[in-house]
């Protein structure tokens, strides 16, 4: 209970910059897995979290560039607790769909020029 406690108040946190967080986390719709090989696809999940405790910040920053250089389909976040912020309970590596997220930036873009 307490681990899922803290992914609630983690995606309630981010809100502001990622609205669709919480209720997709509330919705089962992330899928939550330990260790970072191998990359699974997507399915009907919205995003994959990597839990992968062993790695500094610095590491998961490097394993992300790999994956997005590896994965055109995908964007992979990585979080650590240590960078504080808005960072994850858990160190980990966030894998969503490319073409989603450029659709939600565009959007965003657009809504930001017509303010």
């Known amino acids: ?7 609630a108040t983690y995606f309630k946190s981010i809100e502001s910059i990622c609205p669709w967080s ?16 191998p990359i699974l ?8 979290i990597y839990f992968e405790d062993t790695f500094t910040p610095k590491q998961l ?4 560039l790999q994956l997005n250089d590896m994965y055109a389909e995908y ?13 994850a309970p858990e160190a980990c590596i966030i ?14 873009t657009k809504n930001l020029k017509q303010a």
Not at 1 to 7: G, I, N, P, T
Not at 22 to 37: C, D, E, M, P, W
Not at 61 to 64: C, F, L, M, Q, V
């Open 41 to 48: 696809e997507l399915e009907q999940y919205e995003a994959i």
């Open 95 to 108: 894998q969503q769909d490319y073409a989603k997220i450029e659709q939600i930036r565009q959007k965003i």
């Open 1 to 7: 209970m307490e681990k899922e406690d803290s992914w």
């Open 61 to 64: 920053a490097a394993i992300t």
């Open 22 to 37: 919480l209720s997709a986390y509330r919705q089962n719709k992330l899928k939550f897995i330990q260790g970072v090989t």
């Open 75 to 87: 964007e992979f976040f990585w979080s650590h607790p240590l960078e504080g912020g808005n960072s």
